[in-house]
């Protein structure tokens, strides 16, 4: 099947690693794909090195007429039977398929990841929440249901690239280490996290990610004196090898419409703790495949770390319960499946 990938996307982020996964997933499953997205020194040329057509627009304000055009100049010569975008951007740049557009009939297709207003998705026939409740919110904003499939993301199981010496980050050999993973930005509540490991004398933690509050966030770890324990990696690439070097991994967001580093977690038979922001609420089974802590309680956060690292029978039931729900639920295969199953149905 043929199918056109459009997300417009920021530099980094979740969303736009999910992208590239779900891409590559699809071309490797054997289905057509060409992609649009903006230009990006990362994701471009990866997916280009596995032999996916790229096409780069500005993706613009509403006054981008050109990104629009050019999708449509696109979609009459690769004639894709679906068209997905993704995020809110993308939609508002994708036409409705009509007669008049010389082109074979296509579906336009939304993966919302994310309670994005409406008015971005005039020309959307079909969604695909990434969690319940987004789906809930759509019916509720008068969508047909029968046009809602829900579909959750997935993780892929990576084997390390390399093994990361601790001593690389001027982290000890031995001592306890938490993970946080995602962009510097407030909904990430990396400062929460933070604020935690300050009152945990004898943990470390790694965070990996690029944003806006990079300086804010050094900031404050000079403010606690704790920059001989916390360490902002910068982005990282091995997101496996980062996983199994640590002991812990922690996604306590603020906001969070679904969040695959909890599912990364369960692949990578890493505990996880998650706040109880929307996405991760709905799957993270409480002191059963993880911990959920309530939003921006520092005291809850320091209370479920120091429950994890000093119970070994808690650590191995949720890394194993975790792994479970990570085979049954989000795997490569299972997603690509569900995917292709609606894009058949839509398609007749």
């Given at each position: 099947?043929?199918?056109?990938?459009?997300?417009?996307?920021?530099?980094?982020?979740?969303?736009?690693?999910?992208?590239?996964?779900?891409?590559?997933?699809?071309?490797?499953?054997?289905?057509?794909?060409?992609?649009?997205?903006?230009?990006?020194?990362?994701?471009?040329?990866?997916?280009?090195?596995?032999?996916?057509?790229?096409?780069?627009?500005?993706?613009?304000?509403?006054?981008?007429?050109?990104?629009?055009?050019?999708?449509?100049?696109?979609?009459?010569?690769?004639?894709?039977?679906?068209?997905?975008?993704?995020?809110?951007?993308?939609?508002?740049?994708?036409?409705?398929?009509?007669?008049?557009?010389?082109?074979?009939?296509?579906?336009?297709?939304?993966?919302?990841?994310?309670?994005?207003?409406?008015?971005?998705?005039?020309?959307?026939?079909?969604?695909?929440?990434?969690?319940?409740?987004?789906?809930?919110?759509?019916?509720?904003?008068?969508?047909?249901?029968?046009?809602?499939?829900?579909?959750?993301?997935?993780?892929?199981?990576?084997?390390?690239?390399?093994i990361i010496d601790r001593a690389e980050f001027d982290t000890p050999e031995g001592a306890?280490?938490?993970?946080?993973?995602?962009?510097?930005?407030?909904?990430?509540?990396?400062?929460v996290l933070i604020r935690a490991v300050a009152d945990l004398p004898d943990v470390h933690?790694?965070?990996?990610?690029?944003?806006?509050?990079?300086?804010?966030?050094?900031?404050?770890?000079?403010?606690?004196?704790?920059?001989?324990?916390?360490?902002?990696?910068?982005?990282?690439?091995?997101?496996?090898?980062?996983?199994?070097?640590?002991?812990?991994?922690?996604?306590?967001?603020?906001?969070?419409?679904?969040?695959?580093?909890?599912?990364?977690?369960?692949?990578?038979?890493?505990?996880?703790?998650?706040?109880?922001?929307?996405?991760?609420?709905?799957?993270?089974?409480?002191?059963?495949?993880?911990?959920?802590?309530?939003?921006?309680?520092?005291?809850?956060?320091?209370?479920?770390?120091?429950?994890?690292?000093?119970?070994?029978?808690?650590?191995?039931?949720?890394?194993?319960?975790?792994?479970?729900?990570?085979?049954?639920?989000?795997?490569?295969?299972?997603?690509?499946?569900?995917?292709?199953?609606?894009?058949?149905?839509?398609?007749?």
């Open positions: 099947m043929k199918i056109l990938q459009v997300m417009a996307g920021a530099k980094r982020g979740g969303a736009e690693t999910a992208f590239v996964d779900m891409c590559l997933a699809m071309h490797e499953a054997g289905q057509q794909i060409e992609v649009v997205t903006r230009p990006n020194d990362i994701r471009v040329p990866k997916m280009r090195a596995a032999g996916i057509m790229v096409h780069t627009l500005p993706f613009g304000s509403a006054i981008d007429f050109y990104t629009p055009w050019a999708i449509t100049r696109i979609i009459k010569k690769f004639q894709p039977a679906i068209v997905q975008s993704w995020m809110s951007r993308a939609p508002a740049k994708v036409s409705r398929w009509n007669a008049s557009m010389a082109a074979p009939r296509y579906y336009h297709v939304a993966r919302l990841g994310s309670y994005y207003k409406m008015k971005y998705f005039k020309t959307v026939e079909y969604f695909v929440p990434i969690t319940p409740d987004i789906g809930r919110y759509l019916v509720e904003n008068g969508i047909d249901q029968n046009h809602v499939c829900h579909i959750n993301n997935f993780a892929e199981v990576e084997q390390a690239g390399r306890a280490l938490l993970l946080g993973l995602g962009r510097l930005h407030e909904s990430k509540a990396f400062d933690c790694w965070i990996a990610g690029e944003g806006p509050l990079r300086a804010e966030l050094e900031q404050m770890i000079d403010d606690l004196g704790v920059g001989d324990r916390v360490k902002l990696l910068g982005w990282q690439d091995d997101r496996a090898a980062l996983f199994q070097a640590c002991d812990i991994c922690t996604f306590i967001s603020r906001i969070e419409g679904f969040g695959t580093v909890f599912v990364q977690s369960w692949a990578q038979n890493t505990p996880v703790i998650v706040s109880a922001a929307d996405g991760p609420k709905q799957f993270v089974r409480d002191g059963e495949d993880g911990l959920v802590v309530p939003i921006d309680d520092v005291e809850a956060l320091k209370s479920a770390i120091s429950r994890v690292l000093g119970d070994e029978s808690l650590q191995k039931s949720m890394i194993e319960n975790g792994h479970k729900r990570y085979l049954s639920e989000f795997t490569k295969d299972q997603s690509v499946k569900n995917y292709l199953n609606l894009y058949n149905e839509i398609a007749g």
